[in-house]
């Protein structure tokens, strides 16, 4: 894996990490809801964040984490990384 791949895949990685902390119940109010931001990667590049939250299946379902990492002039060649948020069945909707 090329020194770029790996630091883009250790980012999203750990926005990954950081996207799913929050819980459905804090999230239910806003998917699908997605935004984008400029950062910096673990070896110091410039990079956007891409993170999304959406149904993974219906509405009111578990949700779908995804994450996307790349450097801003080249977008087709960033890391994605999707993750789930579940829906407890105790929890009420």
């Given at each position: 894996?090329?020194?770029?791949?790996?630091?883009?895949?250790?980012?999203?990685?750990?926005?990954?990490?950081?996207?799913?902390?929050?819980?459905?119940?804090?999230?239910?109010?806003?998917?699908?809801?997605?935004?984008?931001?400029?950062?910096?990667?673990?070896?110091?590049?410039?990079?956007?964040?891409?993170?999304?939250?959406?149904?993974?299946?219906?509405?009111?379902?578990?949700?779908?984490?995804?994450?996307?990492?790349?450097?801003?002039?080249?977008?087709?060649?960033?890391?994605?990384?999707?993750?789930?948020?579940?829906?407890?069945?105790?929890d009420p909707a």
């Open positions: 894996m090329s020194a770029l791949a790996e630091d883009l895949a250790q980012a999203a990685r750990e926005e990954l990490d950081r996207a799913s902390t929050m819980t459905w119940r804090q999230l239910v109010e806003v998917v699908p809801y997605g935004d984008t931001y400029e950062g910096f990667s673990p070896r110091g590049r410039a990079v956007c964040f891409e993170r999304s939250y959406l149904w993974e299946d219906e509405s009111g379902g578990d949700i779908r984490v995804e994450v996307n990492v790349y450097e801003p002039k080249a977008f087709e060649k960033g890391v994605r990384m999707t993750g789930s948020i579940p829906r407890f069945p105790a």
